[in-house]
């Protein structure tokens, strides 16, 4: 065979196999479909999501890829159709930290798929107000960075808000430096949100140390002023440069290589088992000699792990604290759930903020 026949032969092939892959795609949306009849039956109130049950979906597609394509693009594949089936009966509304190019925007299409409603908003406590009000099915907000720690704001806002946490996603954070200036000497200013400027700090001190460095609300917001602003740059992901079409003058600034973002999806949903899961608690000790102690001594003696503890000042008096504590292990399944039992005895506050399925993507 000549290569003109052979790429014939391969192509014909591809579209043999493209309206198989077709055919059942569509069929795979019509068993979503009656999967939503049946829980509409039983009275299933709200969105369908299960993120239970994509969590296995997407664990086994990437136990038994066969390659050529990487887990990640094999995921990611299924993460949209699975994104389309639900679709089907209604988009989700996903509010999160906007405007439109942030890297919450990146995590709330990486957890969710691109068939959803997107809601950007301007601040983590509007997402927590629009998920109570009803006008959002689940928010997205970041909770902690590899290089920068947590983000208090988050977690202070699980101290007034009913909302639960029903899932995780994290993010690899590459940082641009974005702007319209020809080259370096020519940036006058430079807009990030705080936690970026931070990520960058030692690039910033070796390249640019004596230009003005101005916080605003999000990245998004920093490659919107910088379309303007013909001598400032933003410090922002790609979403950011390609949303606003800016061009990218230097790439991957941020000092740790491995710089991640921990972005957390909050609704009212209970979460059922996945088979991998985290609990997540918000816990006060009472105030006497070895008080915290005795509050995690379950977790050891039952062989929990705790994977994170964060103090944050309770807001109830001076010098009071409650912890964030994450744990592996669903609130349903034992060894959690009789810890749980013993842990809430002991606290003076004691909620389960939710339990999800660990992120898969
Ligand atoms: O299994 C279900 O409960 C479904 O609704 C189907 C399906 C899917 O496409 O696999 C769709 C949406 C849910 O979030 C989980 C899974």
């Keep these: 065979m000549n290569e003109a026949d052979s790429l014939r032969a391969l192509r014909d092939r591809i579209d043999a196999l493209d309206r198989q892959i077709q055919t059942l795609i569509s069929e795979r949306a019509r068993c979503a479909q009656q999967v939503g009849a049946i829980k509409q039956a039983a009275g299933a109130t709200g969105n369908f999501y299960r993120p239970e049950r994509e969590a296995q979906v997407l664990r086994r597609v990437l136990e038994t890829n066969p390659g050529p394509l990487s887990n990640e ?3 990611r594949l299924f993460r949209e159709i699975m994104s389309a089936c639900l679709a089907l009966e209604e988009p989700l509304r996903i509010a999160f930290l906007g405007p439109e190019g942030t890297f919450t925007q990146a995590a709330a299409l990486k957890h969710f798929g691109k068939s959803i409603h997107s809601i950007p908003l301007r601040a983590i406590d509007e997402v927590f107000r629009e998920v109570e009000a009803g006008s ?3 928010g997205v907000v970041p909770v902690e960075n590899s290089t920068e720690g947590v983000v208090n704001h988050t977690l202070d806002m699980f101290l007034q808000s009913p909302l639960r946490i029903c899932g995780e996603v994290q993010i690899r954070i590459n940082h641009h430096l974005i702007t319209r200036a020809a080259e370096l000497p020519a940036i006058r200013r430079i807009y990030s949100h705080r936690q970026s400027l931070a990520q960058c700090r030692e690039w910033l001190d070796a390249n640019l140390p004596r230009v003005e460095q101005i ?3 999000s990245n998004g917001e920093a490659a919107l002023r910088v379309r303007d602003e013909a001598d400032a740059a933003a410090i922002a992901g790609q979403c950011a440069a390609d949303i606003y079409q800016l061009p990218t003058l230097v790439r991957n600034i941020e000092d740790e290589p491995n710089n991640t973002t921990r972005f957390l999806i909050i609704g009212t949903q209970p979460i059922a088992p996945s088979g991998d899961d985290k609990t997540a608690l918000l816990v006060a000790s009472l105030n006497r000699p070895g008080a915290l102690f005795n509050l995690l001594e379950p977790l050891a003696r039952n062989k929990v792990s705790m994977n994170r503890i964060e103090s ?3 807001r109830r008096g001076m010098w009071d604290y409650v912890f ?4 592996d292990g669903h ?5 959690v759930a009789s810890t749980l ?7 003076s506050l004691f909620r389960v903020l939710g ?3 660990k992120g898969v993507l």
């Design 73 to 75: 693009e094999m995921a």
């Design 136 to 138: 959002a099915d689940y």
């Design 215 to 217: 916080e605003v609300s």
């Design 312 to 314: 944050r000042p309770s």
């Design 324 to 327: 964030f504590i994450d744990l």
């Design 331 to 335: 609130a349903q399944d034992e060894p």
């Design 341 to 347: 039992t013993e842990l809430r005895e002991q606290a």
């Design 355 to 357: 339990s999800y399925p």
